[in-house]
C-alpha cells in the first residue's frame, strides 16, 4: 500500500511559477517509478511527464516539454513537479501516481498504475 500526499496547487497568472509536491507517506518511493498526470473537466485523464526510480530517466508530453521538470529525492520519498512560464492551458488537476511493477518504464498509460495522490488544482489565470 501507498499512499500519496500532494500539495502545491493554487491560482497564478500567466507566466508564473509552481511547484507541485508528491510525498510518499507510507512506503518508501525508491523503488517505483512516479507519473505525472492532469485532467480537466470533461477529458481523460493527460500523461504530463514520469521520472524512473532513480530520476535518471524522465519523459515530459510535448506540451510541457522546456517548462515542467520532474525531480525526485528517495531518501525524503518526495518527487518534485516544477512548472515554469504557465499557460492558461495548463489549468488542470494534476496528480502523482506510482507504478509498483516498474522501476523505469516512463511510457505507461493512466490505467497501468497502481496508486493515485489526491491531486491538486492548478489554475492559470490570463
Known amino acids: 500500500q501507498v499512499q500519496l500526499a500532494e500539495s502545491g496547487g493554487g491560482l497564478v497568472q500567466a507566466g508564473d511559477s509552481l511547484r507541485l509536491v508528491c510525498a510518499a507517506t507510507t512506503r518508501t518511493l525508491t523503488a517505483h517509478a512516479i507519473g505525472w498526470f492532469r485532467q480537466t473537466t470533461g477529458k481523460a485523464k493527460e500523461r504530463v511527464a514520469a521520472i524512473s526510480w532513480s530520476g535518471g530517466s524522465a519523459f515530459y508530453a510535448d506540451s510541457v516539454k522546456g517548462r515542467f521538470t520532474m525531480s525526485r529525492d528517495n531518501t525524503e520519498k518526495t518527487v518534485y513537479r516544477q512548472m515554469n512560464t504557465l499557460e492558461p492551458d495548463d489549468t488542470a488537476v494534476y496528480s502523482c501516481?506510482?507504478?509498483?511493477?516498474?522501476?523505469?518504464?516512463?511510457?505507461?498509460?493512466?490505467?497501468?498504475?497502481?496508486?493515485w495522490g489526491q491531486g491538486t488544482q492548478v489554475t492559470v489565470s490570463s
Open positions: 501516481t506510482a507504478d509498483l511493477n516498474s522501476y523505469s518504464d516512463l511510457s505507461k498509460k493512466s490505467y497501468e498504475y497502481d496508486y
